[in-house]
């Protein structure tokens, strides 16, 4: 059974049976064959001279370079065009002869690009920063040989992939529960969707009675946890034995309040889904492992990379967007590797960008997307659209992912716009926060303890704001909504839509679904609008009154 395999049987497990199997499970990754020779090569290359380690560097190069040539069109006819013979291949200099193959290059040539040798294999779908995926082919022994890489340098840590455990804060769905056994990274996963100050005694209390010697995860969210356990009272100093972090770039104002708390090592390594590179962090900075891949640095300080460990869709000389600074000798600092904006939820949660993006289906036919957030526990997910007519049917299934990854935390609204936001030097941030509280008309995905607002009836009924706001499909597409009541017994509901959703059958379908909640006192009526009235101060009220009516009520 291969690890894809695996992986499949241990989500779909239920909880109760995890325990049980979690021996046998763990060791279908950590007694494979592939694995074991992979860490036992690395274990090898500690006890090796320089030169020793570049003249295995180089044989991996031409083992690469010939397999791409035997096996893909792309690189055949490439290295056909300018002469390369990969055996006369003896410098990674000689690298410099082939081009830059870049994304664009990468999606043109995606068929071209596939090894002829290789049957056992999957899709991995890149997430990047601007929401399209990019797709590579992925040999099922690739991801064998990168925990080879990831435990050996967790090892330099005192990490043990026999008997360490792990306590693991990432962005993964765990459907509404706090925590889940996953016994086939010996880990207990914690969901930070929901660590909040109301529950951080809980979440310590769980990670304890799992007896976790690591935490591991993202910088943003292990920062949370110091940072909500700190404010609690709570002592976190040398419980663990490291902090391993990923995915994230680390800021200061991070490292010190992790330091602080846990008083513990930290240990980070680059990498990315198409497993072309991997760096590994020291006090000296990254360094790039050369066993892994072939990192060269370009003028504008681009990784371009050329990876050994998949041979399905040979990477060489690829171009990475993030980029590198050398500060010493043998280490250097890497920009861009996802950066520590994050969305916060209504009870103090913090959901950093890593956590919510997306590597499956669910973006295709998005160019871009980004997140806008004006106070905690709500935001808007501005969409830029490869296509003008994307479906309703899209948006929904948008909607639907973005919020099994947010639970209960962040209530969010998908608009389709033409543009995103940039900083002032035009960079992209996949999370824009605000302050000064909510825009006025974005107030339709924002569902909290509600004022005392009051529709009334002709024959004094009175219907409260709770009773008729909506939390179903009905307003799905609407921008804005707000009753306004004259005399009792009527009233108006305007709503903002736009255009392209406004017809008579909409109209029907928010006319019934408002009559069925109101009194049968109120007979209401539903108009299309272009603009919602403010109260002086520029705030929103979803019911506008006569004065009148509340001063005879």
């Known amino acids: ?30 007694e494979n064959k592939v694995f074991l020779k992979q860490y036992e090569v690395l274990e090898q290359a500690d006890g090796m001279t320089e030169q020793e380690i570049n003249e295995m560097q180089m044989e991996n190069l031409k083992e690469t370079l010939t397999h791409a040539y035997c096996h893909t069109a792309y690189y055949r006819e490439l290295m056909d065009s300018i002469g390369f013979k990969p055996e006369s291949v003896n410098s990674p200099e000689a690298l410099k002869r ?31 920063t601007t929401g399209e995926p990019t797709h590579v082919l992925m040999e099922k022994d690739a991801i064998y040989r990168e925990w080879a890489f990831t435990y050996h340098y967790w090892s330099k840590f ?64 292990v920062y949370n946890l110091c940072r909500l356990a700190q404010e609690a009272g709570i002592k976190l100093g040398h419980r ?37 590179v991997y760096a590994e962090k020291y006090d000296r900075g990254y360094v790039f492992q050369s066993l892994y891949g ?41 920009h861009g590797h996802w950066n520590a904006d994050t969305l916060e939820g209504k009870n103090g949660e913090q959901i950093s960008a890593a956590a919510i ?58 608009c389709i716009v033409g543009e995103l936001e940039m900083t002032s030097r035009g960079k992209y941030q996949m999370v824009v926060r605000k302050s000064g509280g909510v825009k006025p008309l974005l107030f339709y995905h924002i569902w909290g303890h509600r004022d005392r607002d009051i529709l009334y009836g002709s024959n004094g009924e009175q219907v ?22 004259t005399v009792p017994g009527r009233c108006v509901l305007n709503v903002l839509l736009p255009d392209r959703y406004k017809s008579a059958s909409t109209m029907r379908l928010i006319q019934n679904n ?40």
């Open 357 to 414: 993006n997306f590597h499956d289906k669910t973006f295709e036919g998005i160019e871009k997307y980004q997140f806008i957030q004006y106070e905690p526990g709500s935001c808007i997910l501005n969409l830029v659209p490869t296509v003008s007519d994307i479906s309703d049917t899209k948006i929904a299934e948008i909607e639907k992912s973005v919020h099994q990854k947010f639970g209960s935390s962040i209530l969010c609204k998908v």
């Open 98 to 128: 082939l081009p830059v193959l870049t994304k664009e290059l990468l999606k043109e040539n995606y068929e071209k690009l596939k090894a002829d040798d290789i049957d056992n294999f999957y899709d991995v779908r890149t997430g990047g």
């Open 158 to 221: 005192g990490y043990n992939y026999r008997t360490s455990k792990l306590a693991t804060l990432r962005g993964v769905d765990l459907h509404g529960k706090l925590y889940e056994i996953n016994p086939l990274y010996q880990e207990i996963r914690l969901n930070v969707f929901r660590l909040n100050r109301d529950n951080i005694k809980e979440y310590i209390k769980r990670i304890d009675r799992y007896g976790a010697d690591f935490i591991y995860g993202y910088p943003s969210s």
């Open 294 to 334: 072939i990192t060269e640095i370009s003028e504008d300080g681009k990784p371009i990379v050329t990876g050994f460990i998949n041979g399905k869709t040979p990477l060489i000389r690829y171009e990475v967007d993030d980029c590198v600074e050398l500060i010493s000798e043998n280490g250097c600092t890497i």
């Open 514 to 553: 408002v009559s069925s909640k109101l009194a049968p006192g109120i007979k209401c009526k539903v108009k299309f609008v272009q603009s919602l009235q403010l109260t002086e101060r520029g705030k929103y009220q979803m019911i506008i009154q006569n004065a009148k009516i509340t001063k005879s009520r």
């Open 1 to 30: 059974m291969n690890i894809a395999a695996i992986k499949k049987l241990n989500e779909n497990m239920p909880y109760w049976m995890k325990r049980p199997f979690a021996h046998i499970i763990r060791n279908r990754l950590i």
């Open 464 to 485: 409260s704001v709770a009773a008729i706001n909506f939390h179903d499909k009905t307003f799905d597409a609407v921008e804005g909504y707000q009753f306004v009541q």
């Open 240 to 276: 663990f034995k490291a902090a391993l972090l990923i995915s994230e770039n680390l800021y200061d104002f991070q490292e010190n309040e992790i330091r602080a708390v846990l008083e513990c090592p930290i240990a980070m390594f680059y990498g990315h889904s198409e497993r072309a």
